[in-house]
């Protein structure tokens, strides 16, 4: 925790807590800043989840009646450093990996800007887990000293898991099959659990049962730049009616600011990714 955030009063440290538990149904998604895996979410997000009633439900917390409300109230917690505004760029990998983010070395809150949490909230559930751990490993250690009926439930346990796991391939090679099938009677073929092997909960890895294997459509926009035109700044935060802030030093790691867009001279073309958020 950085020193801005211990200075925090305790009825933001209370709201930025409700924000980062997620009980006011504030999504968030996956980035990389610096090498590293972060969560983001969208400011309108943000704004919906301080309007739950959730949110009107808690103790010690600002008060919170409409967005207008809400806005200056995220904009207020920005200089503590939970959370920043972020630009977001490609992708890492592929079309599902975390997106690129980087710091915006000036700071306000808006509705449609994307902020990264700097915050990892209450470590208690880490350290019962790693107490945990060290609990499970020492009793599989002195499991030759087991009780016989424990034994016996030990093992009913492990052949549970490999029929589980080997269910897991036989589904696998099921869908598999049942693909190259369709492929070939009816493209452009069909998933079994479309989603078996993505990046979601247990229950979300089979829903919904089938999905045609259509591909994501992405939409062209030409762009062309003209010489001597001024740099166009990618900073969300200017032109708009939200209280800015500096980023105060230690905050954050610094940006460079050699790295700038460049003009381009001739017409490009270039993907634009559909966002619905």
Do not use: C, H
């Not at 972020?86 to 509705?111: H, I």
């Not at 598999?176 to 479309?194: C, D, K, Q, R």
């Amino acid at each position: 925790m950085s020193e801005q955030q211990k200075n925090a009063p305790q009825e933001i440290r209370n709201v930025v807590d409700f924000l980062r538990s997620g009980k006011g149904g504030l999504k968030t998604r996956v980035g990389l800043w610096n090498g590293k895996r972060v969560d983001y979410f969208k400011g309108k997000a943000a704004i919906k989840a301080l309007l739950s009633p959730a949110y009107a439900k808690l103790k010690n917390v600002p008060s919170v009646k409409d967005e207008a409300a809400a806005t200056a109230l995220l904009a207020s917690i920005i200089p503590y450093a939970f959370f920043l505004l972020v630009q977001r760029g490609e992708s890492s990998g592929g079309s599902k990996s975390p997106k690129q983010l980087q710091v915006n070395p000036m700071q306000s809150f808006q509705p449609d800007g994307y902020f990264a949490w700097f915050y990892e909230g209450s470590q208690l559930i880490t350290y019962i887990g790693g107490v945990g751990m060290v609990v499970v490993i020492l009793a599989a250690v002195m499991f030759p000293l087991w009780p016989p009926s424990l034994r016996l439930g030990a093992w009913y346990l492990s052949m549970a898991a490999l029929g589980f796991l080997g269910l897991f391939f036989v589904i696998a090679i099921v869908r598999l099959i049942f693909y190259i099938i369709t492929v070939l009677v009816a493209s452009p073929g069909i998933w079994i659990f479309p989603k078996l092997f993505a990046d979601v909960g247990f229950v979300e890895s089979f829903i919904p049962l089938w999905e045609w294997d259509i591909p994501k459509k992405k939409t062209k926009k030409a762009r062309k730049s003209k010489d001597g035109d001024p740099e166009k700044s990618s900073n969300p935060a200017e032109g708009s009616g939200g209280t800015s802030n500096t980023i105060q030093n230690g905050a954050v790691p610094t940006i460079d600011s050699s790295v700038r867009s460049r003009s381009i001279r001739s017409a490009t073309i270039e993907e634009i990714e559909d966002d619905g958020s």
